[in-house]
């Protein structure tokens, strides 16, 4: 399966311990499914005035196929997703008994929802009622760099107008 990552850089040989903490699914290296999702984070407003690269790899990771692989999926924004992503966010290992991690973003269709429940200014139930109504895009998250070795391989770098 072809999957993408977008930045400012070529990255040929991704690594997990790069990214910035308390993110949705831990520290790792994220990818996407979607080219379109992927094209908007390289083109984001942090990034202007800098390249605009489309990171395209190839994932040949099949979560049955690999019992070894800790794996979790969340398939849409439900409770185990909210309390998963903001554990993540309020420093909270969460994501530490895991190598794979996948499911919703929360972009910014859903920030401000998370971000009110989490500081105690929405109830759960509300939060819920209103992550109910919007549908996931999908990130994937690798925490382990042997999982990453294993099942990525680097395609190409595309440059975005």
Not at 39 to 57: D, F, Q, S, T
Not at 126 to 148: A, G
Request: hydrophobic share 40%; glycine share 6%; net charge negative.
């Amino acid at each position: 399966m072809r999957i993408f990552h977008g930045s400012t850089l070529r990255i040929e040989t991704p690594r997990v311990d790069a990214g910035r903490r308390n993110l949705d699914f831990g520290p790792g290296f994220y990818l996407t499914d979607l080219r379109e999702q992927a094209e908007r984070w390289a083109r984001r407003p942090a990034n202007a005035g800098k390249p605009h690269i489309l990171n395209v790899y190839e994932w040949s990771f099949d979560p049955s196929a690999a019992p070894d692989v800790r794996y979790r999926r969340f398939p849409e924004y439900d409770e185990a997703w909210l309390d998963f992503v903001v554990a993540n966010r309020r420093g909270e290992p969460a994501w530490k008994d895991l190598d794979v991690v996948e499911g919703g973003i929360a972009n910014d269709r859903v920030f401000n929802t998370i971000e009110l429940f989490a500081a105690g200014l929405t109830p759960r139930e509300d939060t819920l009622k209103k992550l109910r109504y919007e549908r996931p895009n999908n990130q994937i998250c690798i925490l382990d760099q042997s999982i990453l070795d294993r099942f990525l391989r680097f395609v190409e770098a595309i440059e975005l107008p």
